[in-house]
């Protein structure tokens, strides 16, 4: 079992949609969890962090958690053209504890207008 | 944001030289460092961990004495790829630690390409 799991996609929504963008991971002791945006030839960009159980919202994108169920999501509201690009899922803090970034694969989104 | 600036953003070279990219934290200091590679379509594959002030940490299956780290203050690390060949053209990546949290900022990324 891959240790953060995403599906892969892609995801096609209409423009002014809500995509949701989802995430599960196998260490029960992480402690923070991140969305990053890749655009194709370019760097990770991060969107939002999250920390504990709930929702985060900033803007037009909220962040859920649920630390029971191990599972992350990203919403994406009024969705634009300009969100297409790839969506990564990261979390440390598990059980090893080394700080580094531990990705998930990544999901396409795709905005049709 | 934070903000990490890499340099240079694209070198060609020929097979056998060296390349050295820098990576800076711009606005904060960070006592970590990330340099991950990318090639096309697929993940980010993390390198290794730098350390200021002490040596890199090498992820499985990275070779330490071609890919040479440095990270000799809170703003600047530097990976050299000794001895460059073709295969190791690729998009490479890093990231800059804030402490609190473990949040990761990254540059832009260097793209390579080994004739």
């Known amino acids: 079992q891959k240790e953060v799991e995403q599906n892969s996609g892609p995801l096609s929504v209409p423009e002014g949609a809500i995509a949701s963008l989802n995430c599960t991971y196998s260490?029960?002791?992480?402690?923070?969890f991140f969305w990053y945006r890749q655009y194709s030839g370019k760097s990770p960009e991060l969107i939002m962090f999250i920390y504990s159980n709930g929702d985060k919202e900033d803007g037009r994108f909220t962040a859920q958690l649920n630390k029971a169920s191990q599972y992350v999501s990203l919403l994406i509201r009024d969705s634009q053209p300009s969100d297409s690009a790839t969506y990564l899922c990261a979390v440390t803090g598990g059980s090893s504890n080394t700080g580094k970034l531990i990705f998930g694969q990544g999901t396409t989104l795709q905005v049709k207008p | 944001g934070a903000v990490v600036s890499q340099h240079p953003s694209r070198v060609i070279c020929k097979s056998g030289t060296s390349v050295k990219i820098e990576c800076r934290s711009l606005?904060?200091?960070?006592?970590?460092m990330f340099w991950y590679r990318q090639f096309p379509k697929q993940s980010l594959m993390l390198m290794a961990t730098?350390?200021?002030?002490?040596?890199?940490?090498?992820e499985q299956g990275v070779e330490k004495d071609k890919f040479l780290i440095n990270h000799a203050s809170l703003t600047l690390s530097t990976l050299t790829v000794t001895s460059a060949h073709p295969e190791d053209s690729s998009f490479y990546i890093c990231?800059?630690?804030?402490?609190?949290?473990?949040?990761?900022?990254f540059g832009p990324g260097t793209r390579l390409l080994v004739l």
């Open positions: 730098s350390n200021e002030g002490s040596k890199a940490t090498y």
């Open positions: 606005d904060f200091q960070a006592t970590t």
């Open positions: 260490d029960r002791g992480s402690q923070s």
């Open positions: 990231s800059a630690g804030l402490l609190a949290r473990e949040t990761q900022y």
